[in-house]
């Protein structure tokens, strides 16, 4: 899970690194005219304002529950990233097109200074985003613990690090698209290719920001704890004495580092109400201790719940505690058939 990953050290890295790379490029921009490389510029501000909106959302969600927040702000940190997507497709991937298509329309407004003032602004870009690239894959790698990148990022409950990750490769792809569009109209002396990257550059950050924000939607309407979570929940729930079995299980992200439990258990029938609430609480104590995520839950007696999420978390457990255990070197080997004797050894052994 990401409360191992430092997702304000990444975001914190990419606001600085985006804040002097905008400051670059515009002036660059401004000496040489070139269109992609005011893309580029439009880009950075977009990055730079994402990481203050990010940042701001770190900070809502530290606010405590109250009435009106009975489970606190953690969602404020799916909220922003939200509107992190929606500004990266409007302010960079629109305004990116709509220049470049702009300059094709009317070239007139070509390049006046150097080019050489983009090559080196762009370089030096490109230094910056991979400092800032290096601390966002280096957090994104604790945060997958050793799954595909693209798994990592469809299960992810904090959705931050991949963000930056996300906007970091996007201009690091983005720079390249700028130097070979400045490179081409160099080389060739036709303007077209300038605005081309341009277009080229606002149509990628749109492709970004939309998948972006669908994965924030899906975090936003209400994602599940990992099944391997709920699955250790649901084992620590049937370990506590005088739980029979769990009848139900759902969980609920209200942010990154919250989570919803919800159980329905049937207890043995000789026990009282005294008994089901001590043992009740038991497995908050348990649960907690093991889950400090799960800071909300609520069981219920039903020994008739419908099963919903129990042999999904089940599985998942006993799959990942198999693979612990192979992992450890702890899964028995089947035992060895022992080797037929040749007939010279039978031969030698009953002459001994």
Known sequence: MSASADSRKVVIAALAGNLAIAACKFGAAFMSGSTATLAEAVHSVADTGNQGLLLVGMRLAMRPADDRFPFGRSGEKYFWPFVVALMLFSVGGA???????????????????????????????????????????????????????????????????????????????????????????????????????????????????VALARNTHTLLVGASADPEEQGQALSLAEG????????????????????????????????????????????????????????????????????????????????????????????EKPPTKAKPKSKSESGAAESA
């Not at 150097?114 to 790698?141: I, K």
């Not at 919803?260 to 649960?287: P, S, T």
Request: glycine share 8%.
């Open 240 to 331: 506590v004495d005088g739980v029979e079995k769990v009848t139900q299980i759902l969980t609920f992200h209200v942010g990154p580092d919250v989570v919803i439990l919800a159980m329905k258990i049937a207890f043995r029938k000789d026990m009282n109400a005294a008994a089901i609430e001590e043992c009740i609480n038991e497995m908050e104590r348990r649960i907690r201790a093991e889950l400090p995520l799960m800071r909300k839950i609520f069981i219920e007696v039903d020994a008739n719940g419908d099963g919903r999420g129990v042999e999904n978390a089940r599985r998942a457990w006993m799959a990942k505690q198999a693979a612990n255990a192979a992992a450890f070197g702890l899964v």
């Open 95 to 209: 305004f990116a097109v709509y220049d470049g298509i702009e300059h094709i329309v009317n070239p007139g407004h070509g390049e006046h200074g150097s080019r050489f003032w983009s090559y080196g602004v762009l370089g030096v870009s490109l230094v910056f985003e991979g400092m800032s690239f290096r601390v966002a894959w280096r957090e994104f790698q604790v945060l997958a613990k050793g799954r595909p990148w693209i798994q990592a990022v469809r299960e992810a409950r904090d959705p931050t690090i991949p963000l930056v990750l996300a906007e970091d490769t996007t201009a690091i792809i983005g720079l390249a698209i700028a130097f070979l569009a400045v490179l081409a109209s160099d080389v060739t002396g036709q303007a077209f290719w300038d605005p081309a990257g341009s277009v080229a550059i606002g149509v990628l950050l749109a492709v970004v920001a």
